[in-house]
């Protein structure tokens, strides 16, 4: 097993990997036939793409890397035509921007007209710099039930429309379309495709993917309303002697900050319900909502009740979620790709004539304690070790 993180390699030895290799970009890999060459990402992510050269030819697979511009993509090519004695066959390309978060995190959700267009650029210098098949592929996933509704904020293009665009852009590019199932085969820099030849996927229902409907933003629900969720006096306990120390150990300056914590209960159908709380466009209201403001001043500290209007940044997650992150069940990555942890983010310094982020605060401040990968790690350790006990 190949990764960019030495904590996927850690567990996957615990979970009987008889080899788990940490590679770095640009760190090659020796095969019996051939040899596997990672390739750089340029987004903030640890994450690579990876080549496979061989006698028969050069596949490239984007994975989800991030390929940067024109100019990156010409350089990485070059490195790969070095390595490899000649060019790319066959490129497995990202084709769909990414936006999976961008309304938790209180980001534009429309058309991503800006990165879509650099993406395109990049895919069309492969073409320019030498004759070679690109393959639209990517790690997409849709959300199912009880977390559909954030599907329409997902996907702004359609395969049909990407290819559509990337043939505008680059004509002489060669192009296959791809299904859940297919095989590709490279052989003396022939590429061929075998439409659902894999015997290793069967396809289910319909594969079509929801449609871009970005005109709202999914209500904030708590699926496991059920589920008794950590106390309003535990969560004030985190704050006080978790939470807010960590932040001020963090500070670096003593600018005021105003840093809210919002934790909704959940959603119950409007007529069960005393008529408080917040009523959601569904027809559903918010019930158990709690809310606090941690006030970050001359080096402390303070933690009070209640919202407060000028805050710098708001925080919202659910009852049973922020419970689950506190105590190892889940990561606060979970919460953010099931809609249950939202951001509005407006924290700046005005110096030097500009607006400029608070560069010590974390992407969402619930970050601080505990940190994100933290999180992960920690749910993780708990899932292999009950995975191992229950198949011992």
């Known amino acids: ?12 030895r615990e979970l009987g990997f008889l080899r788990a290799q940490v590679l770095d970009t640009w760190q090659s890999v020796e095969l019996a036939d051939g040899a ?3 390739t750089p990402s340029h987004g903030t992510a640890t994450e690579w ?19 940067g511009g024109p100019e990156r993509v010409g350089r990485t090519l070059e490195v790969l035509r070095g390595a490899a004695g000649q060019g790319v066959d066959l490129h497995l390309a990202r084709w769909c921007p990414v936006l999976e978060v961008a309304p938790q995190l209180a980001g534009a959700i429309g058309f991503p007209r800006g990165s879509y267009a650099e993406q395109l650029r990049a895919l069309a210098r492969l073409g320019a710099e030498e004759p070679t098949v690109v393959a639209p592929a990517a790690a997409s996933v849709i959300p199912n039930a009880p977390y559909d509704s954030l599907a329409s904020n997902a996907f702004p ?21 791809l299904e859940v199932g297919d095989l590709i085969t490279l052989e003396r820099g022939q590429v061929e495709h075998l439409q659902r030849a894999s015997p290793l996927v069967q396809r289910r229902g319909s594969a079509r993917l929801p449609t871009f409907v970005p005109f709202e933003v999914p209500v904030l629900w708590d699926p496991e309303a059920s589920v008794k969720g950590c106390e309003a006096s535990e969560i004030r306990d985190w704050l006080e002697n978790r939470l807010a120390p960590r932040l001020a150990a963090l500070a670096e300056d003593t600018v005021p900050l105003a840093l809210c914590l919002q934790v909704r209960g959940g959603l119950q ?9 917040s009523i959601q466009a569904d027809g559903c209201q918010a019930v158990d909502t709690w809310t606090w403001t941690l006030q970050l001043r001359g ?20 009852r049973t979620g922020l419970g689950r992150v506190l105590s190892g069940r889940s990561s606060w990555g979970e919460l953010l790709l099931s809609g249950q942890l939202r951001c509005s983010d407006r924290a700046f310094r005005v110096r030097d004539g500009d607006l400029q982020r608070v560069s010590w605060l974390p992407a969402l401040f619930v970050y601080a304690c505990p940190g994100y990968e933290h999180s992960f790690e920690v749910a993780v350790r708990r899932r292999v070790a009950r995975l191992l006990r229950d198949v011992r």
């Open 299 to 318: 080096g402390g500290c303070a933690v009070r009740d209640g919202l407060d209007p000028d805050y710098d940044q708001l925080v919202t997650v659910t």
């Open 36 to 38: 596997l060459l990672t």
């Open 157 to 177: 293009v359609t395969p049909e429309r990407f290819a559509r665009d990337l043939a505008a852009l680059a004509p002489s590019l060669n192009r296959l379309d």
């Open 1 to 12: 097993m190949l990764t960019a993180d030495a904590f996927v390699a850690e567990v996957c």
């Open 49 to 67: 793409g990876i080549a496979v050269i061989s006698a028969e030819g050069v596949a490239w697979n984007h994975v989800d890397s991030v390929l």
């Open 269 to 277: 159908a409007r007529a069960d319900l005393e008529p408080r709380g």
